[in-house]
């Protein structure tokens, strides 16, 4: 779904989520969005001086959240593998101190 946005759905008769029933029933979401930011309210402050990561809203913080293209996928596995092999033949570089 795209953040932001509302849905209601009645799961129990309508599984595939075809009919959204918020337009038909404002005072149900209502409710619920009430119930929700209660909920939120009511959890501890995350850690790093982040936002409540599930407020309406809120941008992902952790970077492993935020989508990246296929390029930048494949750029980024290969600069750790370069770091791992770069680690790996310094701790197999024989001693030359003496």
């Known amino acids: 779904g795209v953040r932001g946005e509302t849905w209601l759905?009645?799961?129990?008769?309508?599984?595939?989520?075809?009919?959204?029933?918020?337009?038909?029933?404002?005072?149900?979401?209502?409710?619920?969005?009430?119930?929700?930011?209660?909920w939120i309210a009511e959890m501890a402050e995350p850690l790093g001086n982040q936002?409540?990561?599930?407020?309406?809203g809120a941008a992902?913080?952790?970077?492993?959240?935020?989508?990246?293209?296929r390029a930048e996928k494949d750029a980024a596995r290969e600069k750790m593998r370069a770091g791992r092999r770069k680690a790996r033949a310094g701790e197999k570089a024989p001693d030359s101190a003496e």
């Open 51 to 56: 936002s409540k990561r599930w407020s309406r």
């Open 60 to 69: 992902p913080t952790n970077k492993k959240m935020i989508k990246m293209t």
């Open 9 to 38: 759905y009645d799961l129990d008769a309508d599984i595939a989520e075809a009919d959204d029933l918020k337009d038909s029933h404002p005072e149900v979401v209502v409710e619920l969005q009430k119930a929700f930011d209660g």
